[in-house]
């Protein structure tokens, strides 16, 4: 079983839904997680930390279930410019980044 | 302004002849990191490096060699590229401790 799971989608969503994500992780001692983007041939960058309390930025929020051992995405309201590949990451115990394959997200007029 | 500079950022090859793709960091990050990106497989480590004079294996390190003779620069190199090493690779640095990665804008290597 991969360490970091993700629906590789493609998720095809109407402007202005909101549409959620979810990453599964099997590594019960992860200490950090992350939300990045990646557009089309470009490099990942930081989208959101995400915290135990849970956190919102905008219209994005994150939230971490260590019980379940899951965290998730929620963007509402979805711009054109969302479309991208959404990827997930959790540091393990020596702090190294564990990354998830991405969820592409297409927004649609 | 903080970033990670990679070069080249575009490059086709022949099979066998040694190529080394230069990444910089000037953000005093401890941690740096190679990957490679191909479809459907996500990012996968190739090489990391802890601290200056310390680097260590990723998931799939074979024709790869690296180096960090100084914290700023972690050059990847291919000593005898072959077609399969064809793909995207980005460098990465952070900080030891907090986990968030700056990324290179990332070299597009061809080998034919």
């Known amino acids: 079983r991969k360490e970091v799971e993700q629906d590789p989608g493609p998720f095809n969503v109407p402007e202005g839904a909101t549409v959620a994500f979810n990453c599964t992780y099997s590594n019960s001692a992860s200490q950090s997680f992350f939300w990045y983007r990646q557009d089309c041939r470009k490099e990942p960058k930081l989208l959101m930390s995400?915290?135990?309390?849970?956190n919102e930025d905008g219209r994005f929020t994150a939230q971490l279930n260590r019980a379940s051992q899951y965290i998730s995405l929620l963007i509402r309201d979805s711009k054109l410019s969302d479309s991208a590949t959404y990827l997930c990451?959790?540091?393990?115990?020596?702090?190294?980044?564990?990354w998830g394959a991405g969820t592409k997200l297409i927004i649609k007029p | 302004e903080a970033q990670v500079t990679q070069n080249p950022r575009y490059l086709i090859t022949v099979t066998g002849k040694k190529l080394t793709v230069t990444c910089s960091q000037n953000?005093?990050?401890?941690?740096m990191s190679w990957y490679r990106q191909d479809p459907g497989l996500g990012l996968r480590q190739i090489y990391y490096?802890?601290?200056?004079?310390?680097?260590d294996k990723g998931d799939v390190p074979e024709g790869y060699k690296v180096s960090r003779k100084e914290k700023r620069n972690f050059p990847l190199i291919l000593e005898s590229p072959s077609p399969n090493q064809t793909s995207l690779y980005f460098c990465a640095s952070s900080l030891l401790t907090e986990g968030e990665a700056f990324f290179g804008q990332g070299t597009r290597l061809t080998v034919v």
């Open positions: 490096s802890m601290n200056v004079e310390v680097t």
């Open positions: 990451a959790q540091t393990d115990s020596n702090y190294q980044l564990i």
């Open positions: 995400v915290y135990s309390s849970g």
């Open positions: 953000m005093n990050h401890e941690y």
